[in-house]
Structures are given as structure tokens and as C-alpha cells.
């Protein structure tokens, strides 16, 4: 037994001693494995001199995995709350290194590999990301699905809504300085944790690295806890709900330009798209329905960015920040109230008409349409401005006159 490890266990209680690197290592019943990853990660600190520690985030285990880490001398958290993530956030708290490398615990990822991650750190990285593309999956470590589709679709969709420029975004194993991750301030129990991770390094700015690993068939002797489709979808739910941008704005802005173009379209009269075909009221109807669908979309982008910021869910809305700086209850509604009063006006022109002719057939429709679109438009614009300075004077930032702080 290294000397770290066994300090790192018999020191423990009340000790805030700092140590070069901690192992954490999430575990639920890895009865077959979990002793095989200790030994394996003392070894390559004995190896490689370093000054370390193992942790293992214990979520429950009832088949001994608890007595086997022990043994092999590593310190165990025991966390109550279900989840990687859960187990994951308890370990690293708990844990004492500058930098901390995270692992599972069925021996898919091999622990000798720590001084690669670690030589990385003191090169100046503050993340350090494995790749199991560029190190090579082992026959039968990783189903094909997840292969081919899962992990790579995943990975290009963080990419294009975040930026990472990460290779392998799922992979298990990764390390990252105690520094910034008291910073990222996680919050995911599941296994979206990992892209919680890297979402928020990236938002934060840290120096990120990849180093090529293996992957190898694990030992775990038992099912996986992964579930492909639930765990997939979790992790696509979370990127979405991290991007309004994308979730919100963009389809909202798509579907109201699209309604606008169709109403600005049929308001001189009927088009005729073949001698059959004329798109006339009816299709009018639905570009105002469009339109409007696609402006409650907008606003409800508006609202999302503004809570993802205020909660700190988005580091890196800058401009958002101006923009809030900048906008007034009063902006939005003046806004409204000249939308609503202009389809107000044109809806009582179109009235003074109507009776004029003794309410008999009406033909100006489109006009009525037309005008009643602006009318509803600026009704949501004024309870939208009033909902966004609400969400300001709740969390104590700015919006308008009110003091922005985070």
C-alpha cells in the first residue's frame, strides 16, 4: 500500500491536507472490478511518484464493494442521493488532490493511464478529456449503437450548440483542476453529468485538452446501469434546455417569419399556384396563427435565456447581460402598446366600414385578419415585458432600473 493512499484513509478525519491528485471513482455494485481499479491506480502512483489519494463514491452497494475498497485502502464516501452525478459530485468534494481524474468502476477505463492525465495538468490544462476514438474501443467494450450513433451524434450536437471542440464528450474518463470544478457549480444527479460538465467548462473558459485512451471490455458481471435510450435522451434534453437559442429563438423566429411572409403574401388577394390550386383565406388564417405561435415561441426564449442567466445555469451571456442592462419595462411597453393600438385602429376602420354599409356581407376579411394579428401581437408583447421585469425584481438582478448582480 502507497504511503498517499494509506495517509489519505487514516488521516482523513479533520484533515484538510492537499494532495497533487485524487482518483474518484463512482461505484454500485462493482463487486468483480472495483478492487482491480484500486490496485491499478495505486500502482501507477507508486509508479509515477505521485502524491495521491482514491475515492470511491459509494451510491449503495449491498455485494461488497464497500469492504473491497476499503481494503485496498481507498477512502469511501457513501452518498444516499441515486445518480452518477450525484455519486460523482459527493466523491470529488470529498476529495483532497488539485486535481481530481474520475473513472469507472467496472475497468473499462485503465487507471495506469493517470500520469498521461496528469502530465497534462501540469503542462498548464485545467480539463483534461479522454478520447476512445483516438485511443481505440476494444472489441466488445462499447455496443455498436453507441459506437456508430449514440456517442458520436451526441458529441457533434454538443459541438455545434456549445462550441466544446471536444472529440469524445461522453467519455468516463476525464480530469480537471479542484479550482474549476468549485466553479462549475454542477447540479445534474444522472448521467448527464457529462455534459453538464463540459458545457459549463467551456462557458467558464477553461484550458481543455484530450488525451487518446482505451476502452476495454468491462467486469462488471452484471447488467449495465446505463440505459441507451433513457440516458440518451436525458442527455439531449439537458443540451437543448441549456440552449434557448436554439430550442427557442431560432424555431420561434422561423415559424414568424413564415406566418408574417403567408399573411404579407394573401393580403392584396388570392394566389393562384397552379389552375387548380389557389391559396386564398384559409391559408391566411394559418399564417396568423404562425405568426402568433411563433412570437409566444420568441417570448418564452426570452424568458428562458433570462432564468438560465440569472440562475447561472449560462456564464457567458455578455451581451445577454447588456441587453438586460439596457431594456426597460417601459421599452416593451411602448412596444405593445403601438402594435396594439395600430391593429386597434386598423380593426376600427375596418368596423366604421362594416357599419357604414349596414353590416351587411363583409369583404374586407383580410384586412380584418391583417389588423387583429397586430392587435394580439402587442397584447403579448405588454404581459411579456411585464413577466421579463418580474423575473428581474424576483432574483434581486437588473432588468431596467433594477441592480444587476450575480
Given at each position: 500500500m502507497s504511503k498517499a493512499i494509506t495517509s489519505a484513509v487514516v488521516d482523513r478525519p479533520g484533515e484538510t491536507t492537499s494532495l497533487e491528485v485524487s482518483v474518484v471513482i463512482p461505484c454500485l455494485n462493482e463487486a468483480n472490478s472495483i478492487g482491480i481499479c484500486i490496485e491499478k491506480a495505486r500502482k501507477a502512483f507508486d509508479a509515477a511518484s505521485i502524491d495521491g489519494e482514491i475515492v470511491v463514491a459509494d451510491n449503495g452497494s449491498t455485494d461488497g464493494s464497500i469492504e473491497i475498497a476499503e481494503s485496498r485502502g481507498a477512502y469511501v464516501v457513501r452518498v444516499e442521493q441515486p445518480g452518477y452525478g450525484a455519486a460523482l459530485r459527493e466523491?470529488?468534494?470529498?476529495?483532497r488532490g488539485r486535481f481530481i481524474i474520475m473513472g469507472d468502476a467496472d475497468d473499462s477505463y485503465d487507471f495506469s493511464e493517470i500520469p498521461r492525465f496528469l502530465e497534462k495538468w501540469r503542462?498548464?490544462?485545467?480539463?483534461?478529456?479522454?478520447?476512445?476514438?483516438?485511443?481505440?474501443i476494444r472489441p466488445g467494450a462499447m455496443p455498436w449503437h453507441h459506437k456508430y450513433i449514440g456517442n458520436p451524434g451526441l458529441t457533434a450536437l454538443l459541438n455545434l450548440l456549445f462550441h466544446t471542440g471536444i472529440g469524445d464528450?461522453?467519455?468516463?474518463?476525464?480530469g480537471f483542476s479542484r479550482a474549476v470544478f468549485d466553479q462549475l457549480d454542477l447540479r445534474s444527479t444522472g448521467m448527464e453529468f457529462a455534459s453538464e460538465f463540459i458545457i459549463k467548462a467551456k462557458q467558464l473558459g477553461a484550458r481543455t485538452s484530450e488525451v487518446p485512451i482505451t476502452l476495454w471490455p468491462d467486469k462488471r458481471g452484471r447488467p449495465p446501469h446505463l440505459r441507451s435510450f433513457r440516458d440518451g435522451w436525458r442527455h439531449l434534453r439537458f443540451m437543448l434546455l441549456y440552449a434557448p437559442n436554439w430550442l427557442f429563438l431560432l424555431p420561434g423566429a422561423a415559424v414568424t417569419l413564415t406566418g408574417l411572409s403567408i399573411v404579407f403574401w394573401l393580403l392584396p388577394g388570392p394566389r393562384h399556384l397552379t389552375r387548380t390550386i389557389v391559396l386564398?383565406?384559409?391559408?391566411?388564417?394559418?399564417?396568423?396563427i404562425f405568426t402568433l405561435l411563433g412570437a409566444q415561441i420568441i417570448s418564452v426564449g426570452f424568458f428562458a435565456?433570462?432564468?438560465?442567466?440569472?440562475?447561472?445555469?449560462?456564464r457567458s451571456g455578455i451581451s445577454l447581460r447588456r441587453w438586460l442592462s439596457r431594456f426597460k419595462l417601459e421599452h416593451g411597453l411602448l412596444l405593445g402598446a403601438v402594435l396594439f393600438l395600430s391593429g386597434l385602429a386598423g380593426s376600427g376602420s375596418v368596423l366604421w366600414h362594416w357599419a357604414a354599409s349596414g353590416f351587411g356581407e363583409l369583404h374586407e376579411v383580410r384586412e380584418v385578419l391583417f389588423w387583429s394579428m397586430w392587435l394580439f401581437l402587442g397584447v403579448q408583447v405588454i404581459f411579456s415585458s411585464f413577466f421579463l421585469s418580474m423575473l428581474g425584481i424576483s432574483r434581486g438582478t437588473f432588468i431596467g432600473d433594477y441592480e444587476l448582480r450575480r
Open positions: 466523491g470529488i468534494r470529498a476529495a503542462e498548464g490544462y485545467e480539463v483534461v478529456m479522454g478520447n476512445r476514438f483516438q485511443g481505440g464528450s461522453h467519455c468516463g474518463m476525464r386564398d383565406l384559409h391559408t391566411m388564417i394559418f399564417g396568423v435565456k433570462v432564468f438560465s442567466y440569472l440562475e447561472r445555469f449560462d
